[in-house]
């Protein structure tokens, strides 16, 4: 008996102590979540992917809200897999319902991390090292960071990752010369 009860205590403290990943959403340039800074030329339609990382979880639904510097504009947007739908609105932010319940660790085995957003985007103006964010989503159930509901109705927190947005500046080969031509006798 007193074995079983050392075995118990152990496995007990084993649960208690074993760190627990918390589940990550990012703002990344690329489906893989690696790149997190990029320079785009203005008027040319890019990709933006919110993903969701170290997800060991089910997933129903997401909330978030996005910052995006002034100058850009969300020409298209599509959410993860067919069913799912956006609740939210441009002023308190993205409800994403997946339309079923996702195990995340089973779409990409050993990856844990999905694609919940893909975001098509156009900068109009130019814009210099801007960190797109993620917030929370501030509607009547929002909380104070994005947040996911899992399979079992449980609303947990995420933590956030940024990334940096930048437009090329234009240059024009026959302005100098233009310029030239203004000073010439």
Sequence with gaps: MKTLRTILAVAAIACVASPVM???????????????????????????????????????????????????????????????????????????????????FDVLPGNEMMVVETIFARALAPIVNFTLDLGPYTGPSGGSVPRYSDCDSNVLDMTVSTASLSTAVPTFK???GAVKALYQD
């Excluded at 997800?55 to 996005?66: G, Q, R």
């Excluded at 441009?90 to 195990?103: I, N, P, R, S």
Aim: net charge negative.
């Design 174 to 176: 026959e302005s100098f």
């Design 22 to 104: 918390a589940a990550n959403i990012g703002v990344y340039f690329d489906e893989a979540a690696t790149s997190t800074s990029t320079t785009v030329e203005i008027n040319t339609i890019f990709e933006i992917y919110i993903v969701m990382s170290d997800v060991n979880d089910t997933v129903d639904a997401v909330e978030y809200k996005k910052v995006l510097p002034p100058g850009l504009i969300v020409v298209a947007n599509d959410f993860w897999g067919d069913n799912s739908i956006n609740i939210g609105n441009a002023t308190d932010g993205e409800v994403v319902g997946l339309g079923e319940c996702v195990a995340v």
